[in-house]
């Protein structure tokens, strides 16, 4: 059973979709957040292949915008390691603020172009 705060932002994120699609040359950097972990993941929807994935699982104990923010960094590591250097963002329905903004900023500053 889903809320609808739920229901609010999946209408969102379908609303997104529809116009953002990863490519193998410009993948898909997609974040999803939870309550206390926040992973993000680029994707080929051409192929349906994840080339590369991060998360806030395991790591020690730090204020949520930090965690998002070394999640940033993590992704560009891997996605450079990967072969790709621009990306198009996914904030799959939630608000570009907080976490999701941090996570978005410390990808860049790494190095990922969107």
């Known amino acids: 059973m889903t809320t609808k705060k739920e229901q609010r932002r999946i209408k969102i994120k379908f609303r997104i979709r529809k116009n953002v699609n990863g490519t193998a040359e410009r993948p898909r950097l997609s974040v999803f957040r939870s309550n206390k972990q926040i992973y993000a993941q680029i994707i080929n929807d051409l ?5 590369a994935c991060a998360s806030s699982l395991g ?36 608000l570009y603020h907080g976490r999701v903004q941090a996570l978005a900023d410390a990808a860049r500053k790494a190095g990922l172009n969107f």
């Open 47 to 51: 192929e349906g292949n994840t080339l």
């Open 59 to 94: 790591m020690e104990k730090l204020p949520k915008s930090e965690q998002a923010e070394k999640v940033g960094e993590m992704i560009a590591q891997k996605a450079k390691a990967a072969g790709v250097e621009s990306v198009v963002f996914d904030r799959n329905g939630y």
